[in-house]
């Protein structure tokens, strides 16, 4: 069973920066499909970067396109969002997913069925 803990969030200031950490154990399978997706109160989660540990494919939505990097430690089971140059409009619950082999790359990443496993999130709060 794959366990994902978020962790990094917090209150910044727009214009300012931030990373989130999402950290694996019980990983089955050699390669992953992990995304970050958000929820703002009131509003349906959507996906914000995805990246497939295979070959280091990355997906943005155009909305971060930009500001943010997704990565990937391989060695530390550990995916990452670096988040730069943060707008209000930011500001939601962060949550880690993943999903086994590549079917983001043929499913559509930002698809919240084909995700397997999901963390508990992390609050995300950027103030103007």
């Known amino acids: 069973q794959v366990q994902l803990v978020e962790s990094g969030g917090g209150s910044v200031q727009a214009g300012g920066s931030t990373r989130l950490s999402c950290a694996a154990s019980g990983y089955t399978h050699s390669t992953y499909g992990m995304a970050w997706f958000r929820q703002a109160r009131g509003k349906e989660r959507e996906g914000v970067a995805a990246?497939?540990?295979?070959?280091?494919?990355?997906y943005y939505s155009d909305s971060v396109k930009g500001r943010f990097t997704i990565s990937h430690d391989n060695a530390k089971n550990t995916l990452y969002l670096q988040m730069n140059s943060l707008k209000p409009e930011d500001t939601a619950m962060y949550f880690c997913?993943?999903?086994?082999?590549?079917?983001?790359?043929?499913?559509?990443?930002?698809?919240?069925?084909?995700?397997?496993?999901w963390g508990q999130g992390t609050q995300v709060t950027v103030s103007s």
């Open positions: 990246i497939y540990t295979g070959d280091g494919s990355t």
């Open positions: 997913a993943a999903d086994p082999g590549p079917t983001i790359k043929y499913m559509g990443w930002t698809n919240v069925r084909i995700y397997n496993y």
